[in-house]
């Protein structure tokens, strides 16, 4: 893509200038603008693990590393939307508040910043994050930060430059780690036994 290439539009999406035409996700771009006043640049890509997670309708949400706790919270997934409509926009509007990273069910990734390179480094995090999520499901075993792990980390966010995440909700999300590693390993445990009652009935 050339500067010749870049498409400047109004608040209202209306092309100013360019020679290409708007973009069919206008409405996303300027929803998020709209929503969030401290970004001034947005990513929208179809990043192939990420979007993987996506068509899978697995939200990026276990605390697993720390550099995307402290960067990201984490990336949760909003239903899907037929691209190019508002409908699409409507899926992500209530996460944009609380939220800089979003998978987009069966479609892809957005990621926003404070400007567009914090936004592109947001969505090369989100795509990182997705490799290593899916190499330690395939290792069969997720260890995810444990919750006074996570609010340091969260702590530690305002030591970092350009981490504005407002994301609050790792530590959230680990409240109900517990519970879901808790479940987890008793699914694992009990999976055996209830196999053989099956087989047994
Ligand atoms: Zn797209």
Redesign the pocket.
């Known amino acids: 893509m050339k500067p010749a290439d870049l498409v400047i539009v109004d608040m209202a999406g209306r092309k100013l200038e360019g020679r290409r035409e708007v973009t069919s996700?206008i409405g996303m771009h300027l929803l998020i603008y709209r929503m969030r006043p401290d970004i001034h640049g947005i990513v929208?890509?179809?990043p192939r693990t990420a979007t993987g997670f996506a068509a899978a309708g697995i939200a990026l949400d276990q605390p697993l590393v720390c550099e995307v706790v402290i960067g990201l919270g984490q990336i949760p997934l909003a239903p899907y939307g037929t691209?190019g409509t508002p409908e699409l926009a409507a899926t992500l509007e209530p996460l944009i508040p609380d939220f800089d990273a979003i998978l987009?069910a069966n479609?892809?990734v957005v990621t926003y910043g404070a400007d567009l390179q914090s936004a592109y480094m947001k969505m090369e995090t989100v795509e990182h994050f997705a490799q290593i999520a899916l190499v330690s499901h395939l290792l069969g075993r997720q260890q995810p930060l444990e919750g006074a792990e996570i609010e340091k980390l969260v702590v530690a966010r305002n030591k970092y430059q350009g981490v504005k995440s407002a994301a609050p909700m790792p530590v959230y999300a680990c409240a109900d780690t517990d519970t879901r590693r808790r479940s987890k390993s008793q699914s694992k445990s009990e999976l055996p036994n209830a196999i053989v009652s099956l087989l047994r009935s």
């Open positions: 996700e929208h890509a179809h691209p987009m479609h892809g």
